[in-house]
């Protein structure tokens, strides 16, 4: 009783403080995500709300004995938050949304939800020793879709169930990732081995953004580029003429470009700040898949065009040039990393996920976020790629009762996306992190248009896409070279996974 009586205390509490932090959204929205606030048994009592009617969600019949249900969860080094089960209320609300949401599970199936974390880069590993080994510690696990092995090379030694075979997974609600479903179904029988959902959050914080310094640009006589945004005119273009007028000397004889030269007193201001993942997320947000689907469903290896070409050289233009740019990776020397150098007001921009958010909520200047820019005006959509490393969900063969897992994994989606998923953007980004209307505008954008591109999933492209992206950002194109040297390498590995698949 005392548990059912905090479950709807605190899912009011929930519910007044996220109606009251909710703010209009792009009716365009499609993903459950855009559901600012809704009660448990799937009522929409918020007015703000898109017209069409949210879905009530049944919830089956069934009864655990009190039997416990584990996932084998990620964790990493890089301040994502990935935490699925919080055992006591910590007053944080996402913390305690989540411990509501699995104790309304947990009562309503009779189940006890546990998680075991591991470091991210060890996860291939310890579900390969376990499945293999028939052990069902797991019910569900979460792998990363490229860290150290593509989550593609698991899927082929046959170890996960194609999840269209557990009916149960409602796979065609919008409480799963409908981006992932499409991209990422294989074979002549559209399998699909594995998706996302927001039971674990890493998800919502992996898209790439663009982070500016209103103040900086104030100072140069830049205007904040939220109305470019929204006129359709953020280009590379456009990025590329902000960030060689942010890179500024301040009486310093060159810049510092390298690690054993940067020193955190020097008075220079770069452009830009990133790494290699930035590189590749202004590619992929240019519009070009690395992979692409033939009328018959076939794979095949899609970047082979002028168009790419002409991306790799705009980017080039950018990375190449001493001072707008500035390549920092390195999270123990100095501060030597681009979070912290934007940060501490060391440039004008910087490429980053939006996790990073978190570190900036301490910055003295005014920040703001804005999708990754486009290739040029024609192109439709702003596009955000998200982090390689970001996990996916799969259930391993060794699971016995998959209706049992389904039951519980769908119902967990269902709530997450109705209940976690509208306090981490109404509340923990747009109230705690985001500092103005606009930025809390451009998250909308940023999250409504995340891709998603299968070949490092399945390991087809990881190395063309590695060789060419490192590339680029170390201010060389050779895309044209490397995509000859690589396409018929990718073709095969393309057809020996289809060969196994079918």
């Known amino acids: 009783?005392?548990?059912?009586?905090?479950?709807?205390?605190?899912?009011?509490?929930?519910?007044?403080?996220?109606?009251?932090?909710?703010?209009?959204?792009?009716?365009?929205?499609?993903?459950?995500?855009?559901?600012?606030?809704?009660?448990?048994?799937?009522?929409?009592?918020?007015?703000?709300?898109?017209?069409?009617?949210?879905?009530?969600?049944?919830?089956?019949?069934?009864?655990?004995?009190?039997?416990?249900?584990?996932?084998?969860?990620?964790?990493?080094?890089?301040?994502?938050?990935?935490?699925?089960?919080?055992?006591?209320?910590?007053?944080?609300?996402?913390?305690?949304?989540?411990?509501?949401?699995?104790?309304?599970?947990?009562?309503?199936?009779?189940?006890?939800?546990?998680?075991?974390?591991?470091?991210?880069?060890?996860?291939?590993?310890?579900?390969?020793?376990?499945?293999?080994?028939?052990?069902?510690?797991?019910?569900?696990?979460?792998?990363?879709?490229?860290?150290?092995?593509?989550?593609?090379?698991?899927?082929?030694?046959?170890?996960?169930?194609?999840?269209?075979?557990?009916?149960?997974?409602?796979?065609?609600?919008?409480?799963?990732?409908?981006?992932?479903?499409?991209?990422?179904?294989?074979?002549?029988?559209?399998?699909?081995?594995?998706?996302?959902?927001?039971?674990?959050?890493?998800?919502?914080?992996?898209?790439?953004?663009?982070?500016?310094?209103?103040?900086?640009?104030?100072?140069?006589?830049?205007?904040?580029?939220?109305?470019?945004?929204?006129?359709?005119?953020?280009?590379?273009?456009?990025?590329?003429?902000?960030?060689?007028?942010?890179?500024?000397?301040?009486?310093?004889?060159?810049?510092?470009?390298?690690?054993?030269?940067?020193?955190?007193?020097?008075?220079a201001v770069y452009g830009y700040t990133s790494y290699e993942g930035g590189t590749r997320a202004l590619v992929i947000g240019s519009g070009e898949k690395f992979i692409s689907r033939d009328s018959d469903g076939m794979p095949y290896l899609s970047i082979e065009t002028p168009r790419f070409f002409d991306i790799c050289d705009k980017i080039v233009e950018i990375t190449k040039p001493d001072g707008i740019y500035q390549n920092a990776n390195d999270y123990d020397s100095r501060g030597f990393h681009f979070e912290y150098l934007f940060r501490d007001g060391k440039c004008l921009m910087s490429v980053a996920e939006i996790k990073a958010s978190e570190t900036f909520r301490e910055m003295d200047s005014t920040f703001g976020i804005v999708p990754i820019p486009k290739y040029d005006e024609n192109q439709n959509n702003y596009l955000s790629s998200v982090a390689r490393q970001m996990p996916v969900l799969v259930v391993p063969n060794t699971v016995e009762d998959t209706p049992r897992t389904g039951i519980i994994v769908d119902a967990m989606a269902y709530l997450s996306a109705k209940n976690v998923t509208p306090v981490f953007f109404d509340i923990t980004m747009s109230q705690k992190r985001l500092r103005n209307e606009e930025s809390i505008e451009m998250l909308h954008i940023i999250k409504d248009y995340v891709i998603y591109d299968i070949g490092t999933a399945y390991g087809w492209t990881s190395d063309l896409y590695v060789s060419v992206t490192d590339a680029l950002d170390k201010g060389t194109n050779n895309a044209v070279s490397q995509i000859e040297k690589q396409k018929d390498k990718v073709a095969v590995k393309i057809e020996k996974t289809m060969e196994i698949m079918d």
């Open 1 to 267: 009783m005392k548990k059912r009586l905090f479950l709807i205390i605190f899912m009011i509490f929930i519910l007044v403080l996220v109606s009251c932090g909710s703010k209009e959204t792009d009716n365009k929205t499609t993903n459950a995500d855009s559901n600012a606030t809704n009660n448990i048994d799937g009522e929409n009592d918020d007015a703000n709300q898109p017209e069409e009617p949210v879905e009530t969600y049944i919830f089956p019949e069934l009864n655990c004995n009190n039997e416990i249900f584990t996932f084998l969860n990620v964790t990493t080094n890089w301040d994502f938050y990935t935490t699925i089960v919080h055992d006591v209320q910590t007053g944080e609300i996402l913390d305690d949304t989540i411990y509501a949401r699995n104790l309304a599970v947990e009562e309503k199936f009779n189940v006890k939800i546990k998680e075991r974390g591991v470091l991210i880069d060890q996860i291939e590993a310890e579900l390969k020793k376990t499945i293999m080994a028939g052990d069902a510690s797991y019910d569900v696990a979460y792998c990363p879709t490229y860290c150290n092995a593509p989550v593609g090379g698991l899927i082929t030694q046959n170890l996960f169930y194609d999840l269209k075979e557990i009916p149960e997974l409602q796979l065609d609600k919008p409480w799963w990732n409908q981006t992932i479903n499409d991209e990422c179904v294989i074979g002549a029988d559209k399998k699909l081995y594995f998706t996302c959902c927001d039971i674990n959050i890493m998800n919502l914080q992996a898209p790439w953004c663009v982070y500016i310094n209103e103040d900086m640009m104030k100072n140069l006589g830049l205007d904040l580029p939220y109305n470019i945004v929204k006129e359709g005119k953020w280009t590379l273009d456009k990025f590329f003429e902000y960030a060689r007028t942010g890179a500024q000397l301040n009486g310093e004889d060159s810049f510092a470009t390298t690690l054993a030269k940067w020193s955190p007193v020097n008075a």
